[in-house]
């Protein structure tokens, strides 16, 4: 009698690398392959909005921030695209300009949608513990708001929320000066 083989076997970036490009986005979870829905319009503004002023912070305290789509390889079998990365200044090293990036950022903002919410919250925070980003954000462009995970050992944990024209409060980047209410549309 022969072994119980897996239905579907695991995905590796390489193999992700190879498939013929069809216009979709894929993350992949220990293998699990994932397509990321195609963004609305209010999520693109909230995004360019956020390029806009992390574009600005880094460029007066120095560091480098990208945007999706961007795949990051955290091993070779989990592959996350956040909406937007930032890398600190003393970590830009690690950076190759014409390679795939193989370290977790500093800092990774996820916009939340109802095709993307769950995993966000979920399956990609418990990632991005697991590959030690110091900071991962939660904007929903709803109910403007902007909730702030810290890596605390080994967990991400919420440690602050701002609203409206509150101010988000990074301590990755105490200097920052953004309102989730600046992030929307007039």
């Given at each position: 009698?022969?072994?119980v083989?897996?239905?579907q076997e695991?995905?590796?970036y390489?193999d992700?690398?190879?498939?013929?490009?069809d216009?979709?986005?894929?993350e992949l979870?220990?293998?699990?392959v994932?397509?990321i829905?195609?963004?609305?319009?209010?999520?693109q503004?909230?995004?360019g909005r956020?390029?806009?002023?992390?574009?600005?912070?880094?460029?007066?305290?120095?560091g480098?921030?990208?945007v999706?789509?961007?795949?990051?390889v955290?091993?070779?079998?989990d592959?996350?695209q956040?909406?937007?990365?930032l890398?600190?200044?003393?970590?830009?090293?690690l950076?190759d300009m014409?390679k795939?990036?193989?370290?977790?950022?500093d800092?990774?903002?996820?916009?939340?949608s109802p095709?993307?919410?769950?995993?966000?919250?979920?399956?990609k925070?418990?990632m991005?513990?697991?590959?030690r980003?110091?900071?991962?954000?939660l904007v929903?462009p709803?109910?403007p708001?902007?909730?702030v995970y810290?890596?605390?050992?080994?967990?991400?944990?919420?440690?602050s929320?701002a609203?409206d024209?509150?101010q988000?409060?990074?301590?990755?980047?105490?200097?920052l000066?953004?309102?989730?209410?600046?992030?929307l549309?007039?």
């Amino acid at each position: 009698m022969a072994g119980v083989k897996a239905a579907q076997e695991r995905v590796s970036y390489a193999d992700l690398e190879r498939w013929p490009e069809d216009g979709r986005r894929y993350e992949l979870y220990n293998g699990e392959v994932f397509e990321i829905p195609s963004p609305i319009l209010l999520h693109q503004f909230v995004l360019g909005r956020l390029h806009l002023v992390l574009s600005a912070y880094v460029q007066a305290h120095g560091g480098s921030v990208f945007v999706a789509p961007l795949d990051i390889v955290l091993t070779d079998y989990d592959v996350v695209q956040p909406d937007v990365l930032l890398f600190m200044p003393e970590r830009e090293h690690l950076l190759d300009m014409r390679k795939v990036t193989r370290h977790a950022p500093d800092l990774a903002i996820e916009i939340l949608s109802p095709g993307t919410s769950r995993n966000d919250r979920g399956r990609k925070l418990r990632m991005f513990e697991r590959h030690r980003v110091r900071e991962y954000w939660l904007v929903e462009p709803d109910r403007p708001s902007v909730e702030v995970y810290q890596l605390s050992e080994t967990r991400l944990v919420l440690t602050s929320t701002a609203t409206d024209g509150e101010q988000v409060e990074s301590p990755l980047l105490p200097a920052l000066d953004l309102q989730p209410s600046g992030l929307l549309p007039a």
